[in-house]
């Protein structure tokens, strides 16, 4: 069975490069644009791999961060940050498994994600 990956990103196109990613990657592959509609997905289901936009609607990426990390049978999740405010994503490297500065290739997606898989 694949691992499952969870893509949060509002931005339509980006949304769709990274799942093309990650499903070339390994994984089965669900995407949300709202962090709350993901906070609620997150609580009843266990994912493998989030790739996680900063700022979205309903909730910010921050705090979806911070939640998932408080999540006991999300421990073992990778998190990869999907940003384009390197300031900010500094700030969290302590709670994400990588950082990547938008723009983020597809291919440095692919691989990264590939790496992490369980």
């Given at each position: 069975m694949a691992p499952e990956a969870?893509?949060?990103e509002d931005d339509t196109v980006q949304r769709e490069i990274f799942a093309q990613?990650?499903?070339?990657a390994g994984y089965q592959v669900t995407c949300l644009s709202d962090g709350?509609?993901?906070l609620e997905y997150l609580q009843?289901?266990?994912v493998d791999l989030v790739v996680l936009d900063l700022h979205l609607p309903g909730l910010g990426g921050e705090h979806l961060a911070r939640?998932?990390?408080a999540?006991?049978?999300l421990a073992q999740t990778r998190i990869?940050?999907?940003t384009a405010d390197p300031r900010l994503?500094?700030?969290l490297q302590d709670i994400s498994d990588l950082v990547l500065i938008k723009p983020i290739s597809y291919v440095q997606l692919r691989d990264l994600a590939a790496r992490l898989a369980p």
């Open positions: 969870l893509i949060i990613a990650v499903t070339r709350a509609q993901a009843n289901h266990r939640a998932i990390r999540l006991p049978h990869i940050l999907a994503a500094e700030t």
